[in-house]
Nanobody, 121 residues
Framework: VQLQASGGGLVQAGGSLKLSCAASGRTFSSYVVGWFRQAPGKEREFVAAISRAGKTTNYADSVKGRFTISRDNAKNTAYLQMNSLKSEDTAVYYC???????????????WGQGTLVTVSS
């Protein structure tokens, strides 16, 4: 499966952005989708993940209550709605697929190219 993340941009602190992860292929619904982010000089970190049917989600503590992951299998697309953005949310955001919900980046086998989110304070 090929993934393409989009929707990043520059936003003021307290604002919102919605990222999209478009997947090619007819097996998108077979995969768990995860979002990760990597800030300059830092390691890639887990943000959120969603199960195949979208019934189970998991979030990093740092984004819980502010970010919402969702998916539309009919459109082969996953989303990350980001509200109440903070300067520390500035990073390149990546989507990835896996067979199970996990926060470990090493378990994800397909990755999109990333989209930059910059939050100005």
């Amino acid at each position: 499966v090929q993934l393409q993340a989009s929707g990043g941009g520059l936003v003021q602190a307290g604002g919102s952005l919605k990222l999209s992860c478009a997947a090619s292929g007819r097996t998108f619904s077979s995969y768990v989708v995860g979002w990760f982010r990597q800030a300059p000089g830092k390691e890639r970190e887990f943000v959120a993940a969603i199960s195949r049917a979208g019934k189970t989600t998991n979030y990093a503590d740092s984004v819980k209550g502010r970010f919402t992951i969702s998916r539309d299998n009919a459109k082969n697309t996953a989303y990350l709605q980001m509200n109440s953005l903070k300067s520390e949310d500035t990073a390149v955001y990546y989507c990835a697929t896996n067979w199970m919900i996990t926060s470990s980046a090493y378990e994800y086998n397909y990755w999109g190219q990333g989209t930059l989110v910059t939050v100005s304070s």
